[in-house]
């Protein structure tokens, strides 16, 4: 079993940059694929970007450039680095961790994009 737990989200004007954060526990993290999805109102959830165990990630084609992410084995910690953002960017960031068929989600981060 595998806990999420997101913070960093909040209001922003287009331009400006957050640093979001997902706390891991429960499971061996490193073992995890670890990723970042949102969903918009009205919309499906999308990927916004994964990293595997060895730091390998990959990103929603629409966002490279604009956001990193990162991760910390030693602290179970995964980042999402937002920079430039749109008004488009405002979603439920949520956390995601995987391996094995095992899925598993935080609640999410609010971001607001102001325009």
């Known amino acids: 079993q595998v806990q999420l737990e997101e913070s960093g989200g909040g209001l922003v004007q287009a331009g400006g940059s957050l640093r979001l954060s997902c706390a891991a526990s429960?499971?061996?993290?490193?073992?995890?694929?670890m990723g970042w999805y949102r969903q918009a109102p009205g919309k499906q959830r999308e990927l916004v970007a994964r990293?595997?165990?060895?730091?390998?990630?990959n990103y929603a084609d629409a966002l490279k450039g604009r956001f990193t992410i990162s991760r910390d084995n030693a602290k179970n910690m995964v980042y999402l680095q937002m920079n430039s953002l749109k008004p488009e960017d405002t979603a439920v960031y949520l956390c995601?961790?995987?391996?094995?068929?095992?899925?598993?989600w935080g609640q999410g981060t609010q971001v607001t994009v102001s325009s």
């Open positions: 429960g499971s061996i993290f490193s073992a995890f694929v």
């Open positions: 990293i595997n165990s060895g730091g390998n990630a």
């Open positions: 995601y961790a995987g391996t094995g068929g095992l899925n598993y």
